[in-house]
């Protein structure tokens, strides 16, 4: 691996990847951040790492044909390590994917200089670029995303954290007392990705009925028409998330919490469940600390990957030659 922790040449187009597990999102990006072109395939989740490094390969060459960009950035699932651009964990959602060598791998097969990084912190800086923006140079954040998992990002006097093997940020596995006794999707007792999620809320319901459902959404539709179990089930997972945000808010002083994902977009049951949880764990000097929406919309994950090229290390083609 070679890296070098430099800026993306100024005025340069930059080509941004997200990878989740279901799609790979491609932009690319002027100068200004204007999208000047965007791809989306599906991701080949269960072919192995190689299909999967293949595909972002070909989604990159897709918005970027005469190869204008010199650098790439990509948002992606897995905990990853930005300095060694490996993914140093990840669940079964992509198939081979812990161990894969990101950085390097994409720099190889697309000739791009390639900075990478965890999809949730990627996504998370566009809201700490915006407190940069409002004068707070030395902004925090904490930043949630919940949705099929539970992730997040952390930002403490401006600077995004990754921590050892990149592992910073990782919310879903904070212990939580709405979760004990029930086992977490990394194998882990009592963990909030359990309780929070919207797989959590689901099987939550199912275990207050004994009738299993297939997602979320029927769920919050059953919340809505007065099922009294629907509505614990999703408020039982939206005060855990707040009672873990509000915990954490005390210890890292943020400027500014945002909660994202698909689960908060069912509805204010939920939204209302969580701020009041958050809110009740606040200590004096962060009362008025309020959970927010994020200000971007599905572009943040690309725009956030691009950015990537200005902060982070960037690995070279030629490292696994």
């Known amino acids: 691996m070679t890296t070098a922790a430099r800026p993306a040449p100024a005025g340069g187009p930059v080509v941004g990847l997200d990878l989740g597990g279901t799609k790979i999102a491609a932009a690319l990006l002027g100068a200004d951040g204007t999208v000047l072109a965007r791809h989306s395939r599906p991701t080949p989740a269960r072919e192995g790492a190689a299909a999967v490094l293949d595909a972002l390969a070909a989604a990159a060459a897709a918005v970027d044909p005469g190869h204008t960009a010199a650098v ?16 140093t964990s990840a669940t079964d959602s992509l198939r081979g994917w812990a161990g894969t060598p990101l950085g390097v791998g994409l720099a190889n097969r697309t000739g791009y200089a390639v900075a990478c990084d965890n999809d949730v912190r990627a996504t998370a800086g566009p809201e700490l670029a915006a407190l940069h923006a409002d004068g707070a140079d030395h902004g925090s954040l904490i930043f949630a995303a919940i949705g099929t998992g539970v992730g997040g990002a952390l930002a403490v006097d401006g600077r995004m954290l990754h921590g050892a093997a990149g592992i910073a940020g990782h919310l879903g596995h904070l212990p939580s007392p709405e979760a004990a006794g029930l086992t977490c999707t990394c194998g882990a007792p009592g963990h909030l990705e359990v309780i929070a999620s919207g ?30 179990h629907a509505v ?86 030629g490292a696994l030659r």
């Open 199 to 228: 797989p959590g809320i689901a099987a939550h319901y199912a275990r207050l009925t004994g009738t299993p459902v297939d997602r979320l959404e029927t769920v919050a539709a059953r919340a809505a028409q007065g099922d009294a």
């Open 72 to 87: 790439l950035g990509i948002a992606a699932a897995g905990v990853i390590d930005p300095r060694t651009g490996m993914v």
């Open 232 to 317: 614990t089930a999703i408020t039982t997972g939206a005060a855990a998330a707040g009672h873990v945000l509000g915990g954490l808010a005390n210890a890292l002083g943020p400027d500014r919490v945002v909660v994202g994902g698909g689960v908060p977009r069912i509805g204010a049951l939920y939204e209302d469940a969580l701020r009041d949880a958050f809110a009740s764990e606040l200590m004096p000097p962060l009362r008025g600390l309020v959970p927010r929406s994020p200000l971007l919309g599905h572009d943040a994950a690309v725009l956030g990957a691009a950015a990537l090229t200005t902060t982070l290390p960037l690995h070279h083609p």
